[in-house]
């Protein structure tokens, strides 16, 4: 048997002896998604145990070398544990800003100690992060960015505030862009800076947004000590790391279709039901069907420059285009889901109503094209570093 | 299997790109409209074809051929898209060689596919009868007679029909006229008597033949397949002419696009390259996306053709779609952003979107794709 048949076998069985079954069902509601940290509330004891024996394993991290706490798979190898779970419809252990957006930047830019001291944490979910990047005057145009960290020579003294941070009040951490040379050009004065979100003068107020929830915070910096060796990478060049780390993010939003949720078509024939073998509504179907295409196709794209990127070949500012696709079609398909669910859909408080999930659902989907980098920047970059057209 | 490239496929790329773009480039497929080609394409150039393996891209090395696979026929076909190439490669190397394939007896492959590699015999796939394709949609009827039957109906859109030596005709023997079941392949030689071939020229300058059937006496040895059961082989061929198709049109949508990126970058208006205009450079940046998906449906369906995934047809109809889709967009989008250059016969870009759409509509468009993924998934 090759390698990775045997390989395939090895996993399946642990899976099979491993993964509980309450973790083989669909994620349904939010408290379903595992985000980890200090204050982690598991919502089932299942979902405490799954997260262990995964992060035990480093499958929470499958590609990330072992002694970063990651499982040390080769590609092929990842891809496998991949679609031996969604086999058995296993929910991810672990979502984590950690894993999907520092961790990248840390494996590259980090030095040893740092690596040492935070990619296992994140790998076992242990420590919880969130991402300093945007502000009040720095959105699309992100490099504007002000809040300050003034060399105080053991340590960095930084001031400022914060706008979007996901789940600030929630993490544990912050990886956050700081200015350290208020004299140098834009992109060059800025730093980046990793630090516990205990430290003292650290405070976070919840943003309420259209769909009722508040996932996202205003941070305030107000004299916060950081010490120097939480400088990851050298000062100044900064920028570099969020770029890098921006492309994850973009990949890591664009790639939220493929999560192992049902398809529109199956919630569509639950829904709506089926008459003479084709949905119920024709209409619909057409729409859902276009949908189905583009969200199949775009699958296919990210397994693609997966692959191209494993066999060192593929065209640059991929990241910006996996972004503006994957949110334009989780838009596409929460538009979707809406219409087939017609008037239900518009349900929006009570136990009765689901407490309105679909719609609430729908509403945050609309921040995906703007999170992360807008549709249009991302639009922007594809134009000028693929395409090279003039002066955009 | 990974949806890269390997050195081999690579290769078969770059002396595909190479051979089209010196033997067959847009000046010549502009020339053979201009002069009113009788046959279409070149045959010089299809002889080429041969020698370089290219029509025997399908064809096992037993019989004589190269065997390189969908994957590498896909590249050869994007070649072709870049380019506008007109060849019999879809009709006879992709079409024909995948019907006796799939379907021939050992003595039918022996006696044909040889033939095929060697660019000696054309082939044409008579399958299609109304306007819209619809495969199970077959009123020609084939009857006991003699040793074999008698043909009689009619056939549209049988591409390369007016030069083929051989025409792959689906009838039914049995069932009603959009049951799969009762459809029947024959091998029908073009001389047969009571067989009539019309040229018709299309919008995209290729050919493609009306045929009607009248009493055409085929032998028993003649069936492709079994009796009764032909539909699922036609599938098969459609499948492989639908995963070419996608990649024939993916080359059309990249040369198209390039050629409209290039112009952006060239044309000033308002004192500035119209390129650095925002309105543009976002249409142009989404079509590149819609370009790059259409290339991944186009891989994945010709890997599962050639890996004999289960969900080959699936992933054939998904690419047509995709593919098509993309191709329409580049090329509306090629002509709209040349302007009023763009309207005109003097430069390519209007025989892309005239080939783009011939493209789509053979085999299905977006519309039969979808509805044919829609119930292969279930709804």
Request: net charge negative.
């Amino acid at each position: 048997m090759p390698d990775i048949e045997s390989f395939r076998a090895e996993t399946r069985a642990w899976l099979e002896a491993n993964c509980p079954a309450e973790m083989r069902t669909p994620v349904a509601r939010d408290s379903d998604v595992c985000w980890g940290g200090r204050n982690c509330q598991f919502s089932s004891e299942a979902q405490k145990l799954w997260l262990e024996r995964m992060g035990a394993k480093g499958w929470t991290v499958p590609e990330w070398p072992t002694q970063y706490g990651g499982g040390g798979l080769s590609r092929d190898e990842a891809k496998v544990l991949a679609s031996e779970m969604r086999r058995i419809s296993a929910r991810s252990p672990l979502s984590s800003f950690g894993i999907w957006m520092l961790g990248p930047a840390l494996l590259k830019y980090g030095n040893e100690a740092q690596k040492l001291e935070h990619l296992p944490k994140i790998a076992r979910g242990e420590i919880r992060w969130c991402q300093g990047y945007s502000e009040p005057g720095a959105g699309s145009d992100l490099a504007s960015l002000r809040t300050s960290a003034e060399d105080m020579g053991d340590h960095y003294l930084v001031n400022g505030q914060k706008v979007w941070t996901s789940y600030a009040d929630k993490a544990d951490w912050i990886f956050c862009l700081v200015r350290t040379d208020p004299t140098a050009a834009k992109h060059l004065g800025i730093s980046f800076l990793l630090f516990d979100m205990a430290s003292p003068g650290v405070s976070t107020s919840p943003i309420r947004l259209i769909s009722g929830a508040s996932p996202f915070c205003q941070t305030f910096f107000d004299n916060v000590k950081v010490p120097k060796e939480n400088l990851m990478g050298v000062a100044g060049k900064g920028w570099d790391i969020a770029k890098y780390l921006l492309t994850h993010e973009r990949e890591m939003i664009g790639d939220m279709d493929s999560a192992g949720r049902d398809t529109v078509s199956q919630i569509a024939r639950k829904t709506l039901g089926m008459e003479a073998n084709i949905l119920a509504d024709t209409g619909l179907r057409t729409d859902i069907v276009r949908h189905e295409i583009n969200a199949w196709a775009f699958a296919l794209t990210m397994e693609r420059v997966k692959d191209e990127a494993k066999a060192g070949q593929g065209v640059g500012a991929l990241s910006s285009m996996l972004k503006y696709y994957g949110t334009e079609l989780n838009k596409s398909r929460q538009e979707l889901l809406m219409s087939i669910s017609g008037t239900d859909g518009l349900a929006w408080e009570g136990p009765a109503e689901g407490e309105g999930d679909l719609a609430r659902g729908w509403l945050r989907s609309r921040a995906n094209s703007i999170e992360g980098g807008t549709s249009e920047i991302n639009l922007n970059i594809i134009a000028k570093r693929v395409l090279e057209l003039p002066g955009a | 299997m990974a949806l890269v490239l390997n050195d081999d496929q690579k290769m078969i790329r770059d002396s595909a790109d190479g051979f089209f773009k010196a033997e067959a480039p847009v000046a010549e497929h502009r020339r053979l409209r201009d002069s009113k080609d009788e046959t279409g394409f070149n045959r010089e150039t299809w002889a080429k074809m041969a020698e370089m393996g290219f029509a025997g891209v399908l064809v096992p090395e037993a019989h004589g051929g190269a065997g390189f696979g969908h994957v590498a026929a896909g590249l050869i076909m994007e070649a072709i898209g870049r380019n506008l190439s007109a060849a019999p490669m879809l009709s006879t190397a992709i079409l024909g060689t995948t019907a006796l394939v799939a379907g021939g007896s050992p003595e039918q492959q022996a006696k044909y596919l040889p033939l095929i590699a060697e660019g000696k015999r054309l082939f044409a796939l008579a399958a299609d009868e109304a306007a819209r394709h619809a495969p199970a949609h077959i009123k020609t009827t084939a009857t006991p007679s003699g040793n074999g039957f008698k043909l009689n109906g009619a056939k549209g859109f049988v591409l390369d029909g007016h030069v083929a030596d051989t025409l792959v005709v689906a009838a039914r023997t049995r069932g009603a006229e959009n049951e799969p079941d009762g459809i029947t392949l024959f091998l029908v030689d073009a001389k047969s008597a009571g067989l009539g071939i019309t040229r018709r020229s299309m919008v995209d300058s290729r050919n493609a033949a009306s045929i009607s059937l009248d009493d055409v006496q085929v032998d028993g040895a003649d069936v492709l397949g079994e009796v009764g059961k032909g539909f699922a082989i036609l599938e098969k061929v459609l499948d492989a002419g639908r995963a070419a198709l996608a990649a024939e049109m993916l080359g059309v949508s990249t040369e198209s696009f390039t050629r409209t990126v290039d112009y952006l970058k060239q044309r000033e208006q308002f004192g500035q390259k119209i390129g650095s205009f925002q309105s543009l450079q976002h249409r142009a940046a989404h079509l590149f996306c819609e370009v790059e998906l259409a290339r991944s449906t186009t891989l994945r369906a010709l890997v599962a053709l050639d890996s004999g995934d289960e969900r080959a047809s699936l992933f054939a109809s998904l690419a047509k779609a995709k593919s098509g889709e993309a191709a329409k967009l580049a090329t509306n989008e090629g002509v709209q952003m040349h302007g009023g250059i763009g309207m005109t016969d003097d430069i390519d870009i209007g025989f892309f979107m005239k080939r783009a759409r011939a493209a789509q509509e053979t085999f299905g468009d977006i519309a039969f794709q979808g509805d044919r993924l829609a119930r292969m998934l279930g709804y």
